[in-house]
């Protein structure tokens, strides 16, 4: 059964202090990994999906990278309106549901 | 070019009603899944249609059930509701089955009392 662990559950940082999110996943073949923001009260918005180890996809401070078991997301020099829950999702080779996980809450207080 | 559309996006139901949600996919897309998130259990798979054919299916009750329309528009309806089954319900579209961009809808906030 596919698996997807993040950590930390929540997050706290000033504005510019950089830091990483983790995923960590189990699949018995992964056909993509995904990162999605979500706002209080609003649907996961997309932000990439990452296809196989050493990858790495990039969008304004935002930062993604993938190996064999877990995937970063790097956020550089956090800005307030950067606070949202991030959360991870797989699809396994053979399969077409999002296995999430429990998602990681971050404040970037100014 | 217009997002994946729920409707209605708030509403209250009473224990024993059934309901019925409604996604439109973004144009194109005729891959729609739905999810469920609650604060308890985070985001879990319900189903996914293609082409009108149902795919795949989540671990829930018989009670959830879904259907997807010619023109990729697809409902799923919740029968005999239970307090238990208040959360979000999203909907999401990719353009194949396989499709490796998924977005989703606003959701539908569904509450029952």
């Known amino acids: 059964e596919d698996q997807v662990t993040q950590s930390p559950e929540a997050l706290r940082l000033q504005e510019g202090e950089s830091s990483s999110l983790n995923c960590s996943y189990t699949?018995?073949?992964?056909?993509?990994l995904f990162w999605y923001r979500q706002d209080p009260g609003k649907g996961p918005e997309f932000l990439f999906t990452l296809y196989s180890a050493g990858e790495e996809k990039e969008k304004e401070r935002l930062k993604a990278t993938l190996t064999k078991k877990e995937s970063f997301l790097h956020i550089t020099a956090p800005k307030p309106e950067d606070s949202a829950t991030y959360l991870c999702a797989v699809i396994e080779t053979s399969g077409s549901r999002l296995t999430f996980g429990e998602g990681t809450q971050l404040t970037v207080n100014p | 070019k217009a997002g994946v559309t729920q409707t209605p996006r708030y509403l209250i139901k009473t224990r024993g009603q059934q309901v019925t949600l409604s996604c439109s996919p973004i144009?194109?897309?005729?891959?729609v899944s739905w999810y469920q998130q609650t604060p308890g259990q985070g985001l879990q798979f319900l189903f996914e249609y293609f082409s009108e054919t149902q795919r795949n299916k989540g671990n829930f009750p018989g009670r959830f059930s879904g259907r997807q329309f010619s023109n990729s528009r697809s409902e799923m309806n919740v029968s005999t509701l239970e307090l238990g089954d208040s959360a979000l319900y999203l909907c999401a579209s990719s353009l194949t089955a396989t499709g490796n961009t998924i977005y989703f809808g606003e959701g539908s906030w569904l509450t029952v009392v």
């Open positions: 144009s194109g897309h005729r891959s």
């Open positions: 699949v018995s073949g992964l056909r993509g």
